[in-house]
């Protein structure tokens, strides 16, 4: 009586990984964005946690504040990660739902 558990439970493993798979492509094509200094620095990150886009207002731009603009730029970036992050979690636990069992201390790599 084993086998057709068995059976079962692989079959429900291939749909988990076809779902994972659809999700993940998915994902390249929906985007956060996070602003910082009020919106003078921008960075897009899609959920593949890329950054596909970087916008930075001319006003901000100051030769002699260089340090200024670094510090924008890396705020704005991982923000934007962190929130990729977070999005590309959410996405794939609302695809699983119901594929992986709530297992206490199990979680799996990229949920």
């Given at each position: 009586?084993?086998?057709p558990n068995m059976?079962?439970?692989m079959k429900q493993m291939q749909k988990l990984q076809q779902k994972m798979d659809q999700v993940q492509a998915?994902?390249?094509h929906k985007t956060v964005s996070a602003e910082v200094g009020g919106g003078v620095v921008k960075?897009?990150?899609n959920g593949k946690q890329q950054i596909i886009k970087l916008e930075i207002e001319k006003e901000v731009i100051v030769p002699d504040d260089k340090e200024m603009l670094e510090?924008?730029?890396?705020a704005a970036v991982n923000k934007a990660l962190e929130?990729?992050?977070k999005m590309a979690s959410?996405?794939?636990?609302?695809a699983t739902a119901g594929l992986v069992?709530?297992?206490?201390?199990?979680s799996m790599p990229g949920f």
């Open positions: 009586m084993a086998m059976q079962n439970m998915e994902l390249e960075a897009t990150a510090d924008l730029v890396v929130d990729a992050s959410e996405e794939m636990s609302k069992p709530n297992v206490p201390g199990l």
